[in-house]
């Protein structure tokens, strides 16, 4: 027999713990790149408010009018182009402008499709139209005639 004094005892360990790390972290930071993405993502800009800022930045006090003309023309679409007419852009500016905008402001027809540079082509169109005939809008009247002191035709 053995005496108790020469066993071998394993030394005493101490209790293992299981080392959670904590998830809480991970979690909150995914969570919030969830919530900016979205917050990116329903605020980034849409054409159609592309569109508004163009209008306003070129027409100032006329804008409203230019808006509802731009929402009839093209449904507020920059890129909007009629299959038949092939008029082009917001304001749905006809190919028989095409020479007129590049000697007048330096655009090609491709560039119509610019929010920004269809609205100041249009803008200057109804601005010409306006000391010719005293009607800045007869270009979007439905009769295409010229009405002198005429209102918004949309």
């Not at 000697?103 to 491709?110: I, K, M, P, Q, R």
Request: hydrophobic share 35%; with cysteine; proline share 6%.
């Amino acid at each position: 027999m053995t005496s108790p004094a020469h066993t071998e005892t394993a030394a005493p360990t101490a209790p293992q713990s299981t080392v959670r790390r904590s998830r809480k972290a991970i979690h909150l930071t995914i969570g919030l790149l969830a919530i900016v993405g979205i917050a990116f993502a329903t605020t980034a800009c849409t054409p159609e408010m592309m569109a508004k800022d163009a209008i306003a930045q070129h027409w100032g006090g006329n804008a409203k009018c230019a808006e509802r003309i731009a929402q009839r023309e093209s449904g507020m679409q920059p890129t909007a182009v009629n299959s038949s007419s092939g008029a082009t852009g917001l304001f749905q500016m006809m190919p028989l402008h095409k020479t007129w905008i590049k000697n007048e402001l330096g655009y090609d027809w491709s560039e119509m499709k610019d929010p920004y540079k269809n609205s100041k082509a249009a803008k200057r169109l109804s601005d010409k139209n306006y000391a010719a005939y005293g009607d800045g809008w007869a270009p979007w009247r439905l009769s295409g005639r010229a009405i002198r002191g005429g209102g918004c035709p949309a």
